[in-house]
Structure formats: structure tokens, C-alpha cells
């Protein structure tokens, strides 16, 4: 099946920085890419969606400022959290479409650590 | 707006048990429904999808799910599970008209034990 890779998987970082997780698609095009964020015992919360060549959508309440976004070509996707904090800690997964509507292929995930 | 229960957030088996996962949905609309299931240190992956026809759907691996339009469920079963089957399961669903967004319920950690 397609496969999805993201970098890094683990990333620790201090307070104030920032981090950039990538999201490719290895053998397939996606000009849409879902980020979704999971708190530990809780489920996949859609973040955003990236559309190549143009903005990406944010779901209610994510702040774009801090989740910069950014879909630069048919198979990369990028998350930047800027100045990160503790509370930014979580695990991040990307996603791209399948070929039915809901169905996704996702990514192994990167877990942030913000100290 | 669209949300998904799991009623079991752990479940232990051992081998050749039946397995019954619950998922109910909540959306006034026709929705997609979906099992996703996540192997220790593996991507997440598509299990089985319901979008219309037959409500009894059969997925990889010998699972298979029932869709039950009156009580809004769609619930994950094998009758016989194996030590593979290990793994955390999410249900999702999302609505057949407008944006295609996936609504996870909070998941299921399923360990078969030999």
C-alpha cells in the first residue's frame, strides 16, 4: 500500500523553540495532507488540513501562529511549532487520502517533547 | 458535530477468544464508518469501511463489523483472536456530504494473550 514517512519520530526541544516535523508521501502524490495531534488516552484530533499550493485549513481553536503549516510540493508536507512549550507536548501524525473518501494513510508519527 | 464513542479503552483476551469491540457514533446525517488499527511500532492502517450496501462488512485478518443504523453503532468483531491481534483499534467516521473530515473515537487497546 502507499506509505507515508514522517521525520523526525521523536523530537525533545526546550521551551521557546521551535520544531519542524516533515511529512512525505514515499510512492504517491497528495495534494492533501491531514495533521492530526494525540494527548495520551485520547483520541486523534484533527489539527489541520494542507492543501499544496495554497493555505491550509485550520480546525477550530488551533492556533495557525503557533502550528505553521506549509504543503511546498505533491509529496511533502511540513508542521512547524514555533516557540514551543511544555503543553505543546504530544504526538503529531500526518495523513493523505486514499483513494476512497476516508480512507488515509498515515504516517508513524513524531512524538514532541518540550522541556 | 460528529462525535465517536469506544466503550473499551483495554481489553485482555486470550488466544481463540471471541472478540467484540464496541463504537457508536453520534450525526443526524449518512455517514462513512470506519476501523483503523494501529500494531505496536506500525503505522496506522485501514482494518475494514462500511459506505452503503450490506451493513455486515468483512475486513483483513478475519475481522469484520456490523453497522446497525437504529442504535448508531458499528461494532468491531472476530470470533476467534489470535497473540497478532494485539494493538489499539479506532473507530471513525465521517460524513458522506460536505468537507471529508475523520472523526476518531479515543481508541481501544486490545492484548491477546498466548
Known amino acids: 500500500g502507499a506509505v507515508v514517512s514522517q521525520h523526525p519520530s521523536r523530537v525533545i526541544c526546550k521551551s521557546g523553540t521551535s520544531v519542524k516535523i516533515e511529512c512525505r508521501s514515499l510512492d504517491f502524490q497528495a495534494t492533501t495532507m491531514f495533521w492530526y495531534r494525540q494527548f495520551p488516552k485520547q483520541s486523534l484530533m484533527l489539527m489541520a488540513t494542507?492543501?499544496?499550493?495554497?493555505?491550509?485549513?485550520?480546525e477550530q481553536g488551533v492556533e495557525k501562529d503557533k502550528f505553521l503549516i506549509n504543503h511546498a510540493s505533491l509529496t511533502l508536507s511540513t508542521l512547524t511549532v514555533t516557540s514551543a512549550h511544555p503543553e505543546d507536548s504530544s504526538f503529531y501524525i500526518c495523513?493523505?487520502?486514499?483513494?476512497?473518501?476516508?480512507?488515509?494513510?498515515f504516517g508513524e508519527g513524531s512524538r514532541l517533547t518540550v522541556l | 458535530a460528529q462525535s465517536v464513542s469506544q466503550h473499551n479503552h483495554h481489553v485482555i483476551l486470550s488466544e481463540a477468544a471471541s472478540l467484540e469491540l464496541g463504537c457508536n457514533y453520534s450525526y443526524g446525517g449518512t455517514v462513512n464508518l470506519f476501523w483503523y488499527v494501529q500494531y505496536p511500532g506500525q503505522h496506522l492502517q485501514l482494518l475494514l469501511k462500511?459506505?452503503?450496501?450490506?451493513?455486515l462488512v468483512k475486513g483483513i485478518k478475519g475481522f469484520e463489523a456490523e453497522f446497525i443504523k437504529s442504535k448508531f453503532s458499528f461494532n468491531l468483531r472476530k470470533p476467534s483472536v489470535q497473540w497478532s491481534d494485539t494493538a489499539e483499534y479506532f473507530c471513525?467516521?465521517?460524513?458522506?456530504?460536505?468537507?471529508?473530515?475523520?472523526?476518531f473515537g479515543t481508541g481501544t487497546r486490545l492484548l491477546v494473550s498466548p
Open positions: 495523513s493523505a487520502p486514499g483513494p476512497t473518501p476516508g480512507e488515509l494513510f
Open positions: 494542507s492543501n499544496e499550493g495554497s493555505k491550509a485549513t485550520y
Open positions: 462500511y459506505f452503503s450496501g450490506d451493513p
Open positions: 471513525a467516521v465521517n460524513a458522506r456530504t460536505g468537507f471529508q473530515k475523520l472523526v
